[in-house]
């Protein structure tokens, strides 16, 4: 179905594992881990359940890597996911794991009539809009009058939806070569939409905006083309763990916390004849140390990986050394407030969002408490690619005030009677990922995904970047295991 496909095991294959492991190691192995992000979790645990000895080397003083539940500084148990936050069920592999430990599930609400809209200097509810457009202000062409962002989204992206389905197979692949060099602000700009022309400048104005693709628009449009296959499907329905999502790489960790060395962070990797040999540094005491094994697997983001010298020259190949340096990562930024009344919930907002074109873009009021009464947060701003600029040059207490003041636009100044403390998170600050994930831009997906998760002599990759779902914990899951079972046949 995917460019994936041909670089990935069978989907109950993979079940099959995630319930009932690998088979048992006919010649157990010494096997290095460079990450203890949820990929290195997945490929250590199933490994080292075949019988193989393992050792995982993360530099942060953590395990679950850009999964991160942040519960400080805020009271009475609440939280926001910095990372990743919600589970689709069309995540076969997230879910068996989620099964497999009995992690509670909580439906999430991606949209909703109730929803906010403030664009243009407008603020009205999404039913409204959606019974009128015009009310937004974009000036969009007499034959797309009437039509809602994602009909028109829909629309600009059927001719190609419509020709996959005719035969996924066959069809993928001539989709791939035809649309490789295209980003989504291309092809909306150039290609024919159902309407036989282009949409006009204010119909990709009002999808950018309301569908949060304006920080994006120049990245791959087959991209956004296998998330719409995927997600804006009729009947997938998302989820977010009870609890926070770091609950899901903590499961992990009765099996695997006494063989993970943290605070280590890899310098350099070397491979010899017949083992692979890491140097890292002690994070706090800047103390080197160094790991033998018989193979290694690298989980890091490539965007990191730049930072480690990898030896000697010709043990990697070329088109793996371009993959690392020229791998694109999405940046993004979330700020959370805490305030010590619920006033979203007299707005009819609890669990729903608001869209806006204020920098804040994205802002979600959860519905995961501890209390019935008494405070709460907001996740104030999410924001990804372009969009995080204007937030990643400030600090924390400048994010958290500006979000103040762009929340005071769309609720009053309550915000400030009602506002306790905040926080706020940059992937792209963050050096231990030095990017939210891994999106490809154009004619990337023809040149360099080919080469992400091939073997270099004893050394095997994995994470989400490695697979087509990137920014999904999903792609994680799904590249550990095959980098586990590729070890495992050795």
Not at 268 to 276: E, G, L, M, R, S
Not at 316 to 330: G, N, T
Request: hydrophobic share 40%; net charge negative; with cysteine.
């Amino acid at each position: 179905m995917s460019l994936a496909a041909a670089y990935q095991l069978p989907p109950q294959q993979m079940i099959d594992m995630i319930h009932n492991g690998l088979p048992a190691a006919k010649q157990p192995h010494r096997i290095l881990i460079v990450g203890a992000g949820m990929s290195g979790l997945v490929a250590a645990s199933l490994l080292r359940s075949a019988g193989h000895e393992v050792e995982i080397i993360e530099a942060n003083s953590r395990a679950g890597g850009r999964v991160f539940t942040i519960r400080t500084p805020f009271s009475n148990g609440l939280f926001y996911n910095a990372g990743a936050y919600r589970i689709p069920d069309v995540h076969y592999l997230t879910m068996a794991y989620v099964k497999k430990y009995n992690l509670p599930l909580d439906k999430l609400r991606q949209s909703d009539p109730l929803d906010l809209l403030y664009v243009n200097g407008q603020k009205i509810r999404r039913i409204e809009y959606e019974r009128n457009p015009a009310l937004l202000r974009y000036q969009v062409a007499p034959h797309e009058e009437g039509l809602t962002a994602s009909t028109l989204y829909q629309l600009a992206l059927q001719p190609i939806v419509d020709y996959f389905h005719q035969d996924p197979t066959q069809h993928w692949p001539h989709i791939v070569s035809s649309y490789d060099s295209l980003s989504l602000d291309n092809y909306l700009r150039q290609c024919p939409s159902a309407f036989g022309v282009p949409l006009s400048a204010g119909a990709i104005e009002m999808i950018n905006v309301l569908l949060d693709n304006e920080g994006m628009k120049e990245y791959s449009l087959l991209e956004f083309l296998m998330s719409a296959l995927t997600y804006n499907q009729p009947g997938v329905t998302f989820y977010e763990l009870v609890g926070g999502m770091d609950l899901l790489p903590d499961a992990f960790l009765p099996q695997l916390s006494d063989v993970i060395h943290y605070n280590n962070k890899v310098t350099k990797v070397i491979q010899h004849a017949d083992q692979v040999t890491l140097s890292a540094r002690q994070t706090r005491t800047n103390q080197v140390s160094t790991f033998s094994a018989d193979y290694c697997i690298i989980t890091l983001p490539f965007s990191v990986l730049r930072q480690v010298e990898l030896l000697p020259f010709t043990s990697f190949s070329l088109p793996k050394r371009q993959a690392i340096r020229e791998l694109r990562y999405m940046s993004g930024t979330k700020v959370a407030i805490e305030f010590k009344h619920r006033f979203w919930i007299e707005q009819d907002l609890n669990d729903r969002l608001t869209v806006s074109d204020l920098p804040l873009r994205m802002t979600y009021y959860p519905d995961h408490v501890p209390v019935s009464t008494g405070s709460g947060i907001i996740l104030a701003s999410y924001t990804l690619g372009n969009d995080t600029t204007s937030w990643d040059g400030l600090n924390n207490e400048e994010r958290v005030r500006s979000a103040l003041q762009h929340l005071a636009v769309l609720h009053g100044e309550q915000v400030y009677t009602h506002f306790v403390k905040g926080t706020s998170f940059s992937w792209n600050h963050n050096p231990y990922s030095c990017g939210a994930f891994s999106y490809l831009i154009p004619n990337q997906a023809g040149e360099l995904y080919p080469h992400l998760c091939t073997q270099e002599g004893k050394v095997f990759f994995a994470g989400e970047h490695t697979t087509f779902t990137h920014g999904w914990v999903q792609g994680a899951i799904e590249s550990g295991i095959r980098a586990a079972y590729e070890v495992n046949l050795k």
